[in-house]
């Protein structure tokens, strides 16, 4: 079988109340519309079609790929007409329909559905509601054969009380995709053209309408205004926290942890409350991350620590290393194996060697620390001039007492000291102690000021 997919996604979405085309509201970190692509790719098909019209451009530019084709519908004639668009690019055997707000469709069960289809059978998803009002019901025959989908807006009395809801999403043969287009017709309650049609021609034909459910209702929810929009995002989370624990993560709330992009993770590891991951993190075995911490697009190897109130960002945690409470690492911080790193400590572009440690308010900037090293409290890399980045370069087992000022570019080789207080603008050599203050004076018998008597 080769499949071609058409993801329905010109619809303007009145209800979002938003400059932002319905489609590009993020669920998860990723427009609905991404989660939908995410999905499509999976099943390897052999084209994408993406029907655009509000907000096309837009929805071009934040999306483009090579796999994917752009096809516009200028007016919004209906989901029959939208798919009529992409039919000059379909050249698969297949054809299956999706539908850019419906974000959390799984692929097994797209894959349930595709199964389904044949030169004689399409595969129809559906779904069974408590309340279907707005939904297409599907009209079955008194051998449970489904005929027609009539929409809500359409239907008799009778037909309303159908419990079984239309998803939108469905499969079918291409080959007789051009001729139901064809003999669309918008005669009905909304003066559109109805993809839903194409069921009551294709038993008219003499093929078979073949219907699968999925396992979650939400799969196939779609969002029309911000308060679904947060149902499906509530969902999302639900999944991923049950992903996660299911692979040997505690989580300390499921209900208040949020994954914003793709997580992968080793056994016993510890989430507290109010963690958000986003972008591509990777967490290893034994890893344990405070509360309300903020990792992004980060490596954490075996054992780490990350205590509370840490924001972690384009950085790489070796082993057995920790950070925080309030520690702030900025893209390129790499920690080797057990460094440290405490409070109100700032990284950026910055290596710490095997257990080298800064532990409290500290700023280290395009710096490079040895093995060992220790940074005394209140410790700042000078690395701007104000038009240059400079670095500062620190070998193994140095010691640079508190409320030092490094100005860079400088270098401070192995096991060399710095005097609390200095600032360093000079090279230090293997071994010495560097001494950069002004020496202190005592002055004898001092008189404090008085306060000036007010007239
Ligand atoms: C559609 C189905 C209905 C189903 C429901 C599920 C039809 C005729 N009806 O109804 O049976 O129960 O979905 O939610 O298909 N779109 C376009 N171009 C258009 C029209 C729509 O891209 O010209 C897109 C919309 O942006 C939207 C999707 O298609 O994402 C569905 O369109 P909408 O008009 O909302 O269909 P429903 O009335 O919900
Ligand atoms: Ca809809």
Known sequence: MSLDIVILAAG????MRSALPKVLHPVAGNSMLGHVIHSARQLQPKGIHVVIGHGAELVRDRLAADDLNFVMQDKQLGTGHAVAQALPAITADTVLVLY???????????QRLLAKVSASQLGLLTVNLADPTGYGRIVRDEQGKVTAIVEHKDASEAQKAIKEGNTGILAMPAARLADWMGRLS???????????????MAVADGLV?????PHDPMEVQGANDRRQLSELERHYQLRESRRLMALGVTLRDPARFDVRGEVTVGRDVLIDINVIL????????DVQIGPNCVIKDSTLRKGVVIKANSHIEGAVMGEGSDAGPFARLRPGSVLEARAHVGNFVELKNAHLGEGAKAGHLTYLGDAQIGARSNIGAGTITCNYDGANKFRTVMGEDVFIGSNNSLVAPVEIEAGATT???STITLAVEPGQLAVARARQRNIDGWKRPEKIKKS
């Open 12 to 15: 303007q979405g009145t209800r």
């Open 100 to 110: 850019g707000d419906v974000p959390l469709i799984e692929v097994e069960t797209l």
């Open 186 to 200: 918008n005669n009905n309650a909304q003066g559109e053209y109805y993809l839903t049609d194409v069921i009551a």
């Open 209 to 213: 309408v073949a219907t699968e459910q």
């Open 278 to 285: 986003e972008g591509k993190v990777v967490i290893e075995d």
């Open 419 to 421: 005097a609390a207080g």
